[in-house]
């Protein structure tokens, strides 16, 4: 006899074979599909723990001078580098730290001096709190800009930071393109010029070139 375990189990593989519908009996323990649907494989996972809190989550802010700097050939600009959109990501963590996942899109203008090419874009996220830095990373990314093209564009998703548990419920994110003490990036330094030489006075000789004949 057949017993009522085996029917159930039975009548589900027919019903998800033949009308590609489950009823409600079909949700028992240790099926197969239930599991692949909510836990991505075929046995329970050890149960979780107890979720926390939404974690204290701040806009992503432009860094002081960050939001772009220029590469200079003489007076006029080579290239120009510059922040687009941002993004943010927080979790909580079990000690009460947050940590922090940043996506940045950059852009590359070539100026009136620009050529075409391929150019390093650093870009600095820092978390502050008070103006104080509690973690800082800088991530770089490659951007192409091909001949006849005037601008390129890349996206940044940078390592998670972790912000402490003493910070994390007031801190500050910010990004800027460039490197300079996380401030981002500041105008390429114009080459100094060296001065020119001066030339000595020459020393004056004495009146009629010499001592006077006797």
Avoid at 89 to 115: F, H, I, W, Y
Avoid at 188 to 201: D, L, S, T
């Amino acid at each position: 006899m057949i017993g009522g375990r085996d029917l159930v189990l039975g009548l589900c593989g027919l019903i998800l074979a033949g009308a590609l519908s489950a009823s409600p009996a079909c949700a028992e323990d240790g099926n197969v599909f239930s599991n692949l649907f909510k836990f991505g494989g075929t046995t329970v996972p050890p149960s979780q723990p107890q979720s926390l809190d939404p974690p204290y989550c701040p806009p992503v802010e432009v860094a002081e001078n960050g939001a772009a700097y220029r590469v200079l050939a003489g007076s006029e600009v080579r290239t120009q580098f510059s922040v687009g959109r941002l993004a943010r990501e927080c979790a909580r963590r079990q000690d009460g730290s947050v940590t922090v996942k940043v996506g940045v899109e950059a852009n590359v203008l070539l100026g009136p001096k620009g050529a075409p090419g391929r150019f390093d874009v650093p870009v600095t996220i820092q978390i502050r709190q008070d103006g104080k830095v509690v973690a800082s990373r800088v991530e770089h990314s490659s951007v192409v800009v091909g001949p006849g093209e005037a601008q390129g564009f890349t996206t940044i998703v940078a390592e998670e930071l972790t912000v402490p548990p003493a910070a994390a419920e007031d801190y500050e994110i910010t990004v800027g393109v460039g490197t300079s003490k996380g401030t981002g990036g500041k105008p390429a330094a114009k080459p100094r010029r060296k001065k020119p030489a001066v030339a000595e006075p020459a020393a004056a000789e004495p009146a009629g070139g010499g001592d006077a004949a006797q």
